[in-house]
C-alpha cells in the first residue's frame, strides 16, 4: 500500500471515529432543556463536520509522524504526533463546547429555579405551572397559594415538535400546609395562543402519599 493511499486511509477512519464514537461514549444530556428537531440536526451538521475535519487532520497527523519518526519523511514527526493527540483531546470535549448551556440552579432556591425555568423553558413551564396551581387535590395537599420551580435530579425537558410542544417535568411545589413533588406529562399546541395544557399523566407526592390526578387536576380513585 502506498503511503499515500494509508495516510487517507487513516484520515477517513479517524474521521469517521471521531463523528461515531464522542457521543457513544459521553451522550449529550437533553435535560434541563428546550430541544428542537431543527436545532439537534443543525447542531449534528456543525458538530460532526467539525468533528471530522479534526479527526481525519488527527489521523493524517498521527499516521505520518509516526511513519516518520520509523523511517524519515516528516521533518518533525513528534510535533505531528503531538499535533494530532491535541486534536484527538478537542475532539474529546467538542461535545461540551457546542452543547447548549442551561447553567441549572441545582442548588439555588424554589424562587431562582422557578425563575430559570420561566426563562429558559419559557410557556411550556409557565402554563403547567398554571395548570398545577389550579389542581384541586394539590392545592388540598399543600395548601395555598402555591410555590413552584424544577427538582433538582428530576425530569426537566420540553421538545419542540411540528406543532406542539412535549413536556416533561418534575416539580418541587411548596405551600402553607406542606410541599410535595409533582410529575407530569403533557402536550400543549402552537397555536392558538390560549390552547390549553393536554395533560397526560399526572402525580404528586406528598407526605409520603402518591396521588395520581386527571387532566382536570382531581385525586383519581385509587
Known sequence: MSRAVSYSLAALVFGVLAVVLPDRIVP????????????????????????????????????????????????????????????????????????????????????????????????????????ASAAAALRD???????????????????????EWTMTLTLDVEGEKGSARLSLEATLPFSPRDARLHVRSAEFEAGGRLVALDPAGNAQAP
Open 141 to 163: 395537599a399543600c395548601g395555598t397559594p402555591l410555590r413552584f420551580g424544577p427538582a433538582t435530579g428530576g425530569r426537566n425537558v420540553v421538545l419542540v415538535g411540528r406543532d
Open 28 to 131: 449529550v444530556d437533553d435535560n434541563y432543556r428546550t430541544v428542537s428537531v431543527f436545532g439537534e440536526a443543525f447542531r449534528g451538521f456543525v458538530l460532526g463536520s467539525f468533528r471530522f475535519a479534526l479527526g481525519a487532520f488527527a489521523g493524517l497527523g498521527l499516521a505520518a509522524g509516526l511513519a516518520s519518526i520509523r523511517g524519515g519523511g516528516a521533518r518533525r514527526p513528534v510535533a505531528l504526533v503531538v499535533s494530532a493527540l491535541l486534536a484527538v483531546a478537542v475532539i474529546g470535549v467538542s461535545g461540551f463546547v457546542f452543547q447548549v448551556v442551561t447553567h441549572f440552579p441545582a442548588g439555588g432556591s424554589l424562587e431562582e429555579r422557578h425563575r430559570w425555568a420561566e426563562t429558559r423553558l419559557d410557556r411550556p413551564y409557565r402554563e403547567a405551572v398554571a395548570w
